[in-house]
């Protein structure tokens, strides 16, 4: 953390006691480092930031009202539009969610096929940080770089689903049928296309290369390092006082990932590390996102050579009620913990869905953690935390 | 859920760990009762020990995840009613989460706000984070939370009218179009598992 006595480079050649007016400077709703529209309110003295005041809603659409008038099957589409970026892991845990509530248990095959396309949607949410974040620091380089290879991840996803963004693929007791498959007999079609774990695989392939290549265009910049090496540090209290989780809350050295900790989809069978850094600041932040597409790709190897075979759904009836009850279900985004908490009341529709969205406490910290800083570094810490405005105004 | 016999669905098995769990959690916080559903510990606060029991909880639960409301209402603008009308206390519930951060253990803390005095002391003092959560809860629901400085409007435009999620709020593009799902889509078939179903 900067404190406002240490000098800076830009200050230091200032020596005499200058009196600078504080200003106010406006930031957004319209502005390429602020991922949608975000409106920032700066308070400035010089060139550091006293207080900042986020400015949200702009994109606000009331998920959480229309979900009172939609059905279960409904909301599915609903979801998956909160976090575009990796609309797949948004559908996971409400979808779990209502299984719950219903006492219905996807079948193996399903919950692999969940798993492998949450980590491909995990390595397609980081692939668009590693583009975007280097950019926002003045390096462009990287942009072409990972944007090209998420296109690989998300045929992947669009050759399963039918979408590239809003896949809609969860069904309450499995996945969607697909009925393409590639194959021209209806049985053998119901299944994932043909050739799909081969061209998962090799695409695996290349995010490990990717993953290298980023390492040695961007880890080790000296440039990069100066913009982001013990810039916005975050210790651990702040981040769990301010409810961050995922990358923002391990970079700080707390090694909390619900793949581990909460019991849904086979991560139990899979191998995988946990990716924490202790630092704490944009670096380390970027470094953890770095290192979990490679874990991802871990995962979705080993969940190719495990896949059980058998169906895709579950028997569920055509019209579902949900008996009364309610539950919180939670489950690791790419961003941190997305959580749904449903009120059922015995209908179609649930009573009340409070989503728990990742970006959204994710950007609570952002007053504290801008104040004091300089202004060239807000965009960096800003574009460090990783958030989505739809994730954040739901 | 309160307004019924106390989780009727996990007294049919033995008492699991995380009711185990949920009954020392309620012992040591003080709180006045738990229900463990699916899963989900919740855990009953008065209002007057709101902050204090949250603040103790913190110790152990480290992650201050998210807080919100329900709003249980008889009249019902938008969406289904609750199942028993007539058997129904009309209240505010304000929830929060905690998670521990080294294992699968967290609760929801709820405590019941009657419709007509919805104050509750806010978590600002000692969450920071919370400021936004109740931000929304207030534009949101109407409550008001005591002692948050800054409880303007978070996502609503200013001379906005109205709290939006409360059951009473109907949703005003549905009542000029009605939604064309209802009419687009065939009805769906009455399978055999739901006989007796009336759609």
Redesign the interface.
Known sequence: MTTPDMIHRSEAAVSVELQTPEMTLNLGPQHPSTHGVLRLIAKVDGERVRSVEPV??YM?R?Y???S??RTYL?ITALVNRIDWVSGFANEVPFILGVE??AGIEAPPRAQYIRMILTELARISSHLVFISSYPLELGATTPLMHALREREYILELIEEVTGGRFHPNFNRVGGVKPNYGGGSTTKKQSMDLPSGFFQRTSEAMDRMDTIANDIDQLVTGNELIKMRTVDVGVIPADKA????L?GPN?RASG?A?DLRK???YLPYDDIDFDVAVREGGDCYDRYMVRLDEIRQSARIVRQAIEKIPTGPLQAKV???L?VP?????SRAENPKG?F?Y?I?S????????L?I?STS??N???LP?VLKDQLIPDLVAIMGSLDFVLGDV?R | MSDQPESTETEASEPSELEAYASDLTERLGAEGYTVELDTVRIDVSRDKWVETINTAREELELFSWLSAIDWSKEVEVGDPVADVDDLDERFEVLCRLSSVKNADGAIFVVTLPKDDATIPSLTSTIAGAEWHEREAHEMFGIDFDGNMNLTPLYLPDDFIGNPLLKSYPLIAREVKPWPGDVDVEPMPVAEEEAGSDS
């Open positions: 949200i809603g606000h009331g959480e009202k229309i009172e008038v409904q719950r509530l769990l006082e301010y409810g989780t809350l707390v909390y900790v909460e019991n009836p055509r019209v009620k009364r009850g309610q539950v919180y913990e959580g908490y009120v009341e015995g209908g179609k529709m649930p009573y009340r409070k728990r959204f406490s950007l609570t910290i504290w105004d």
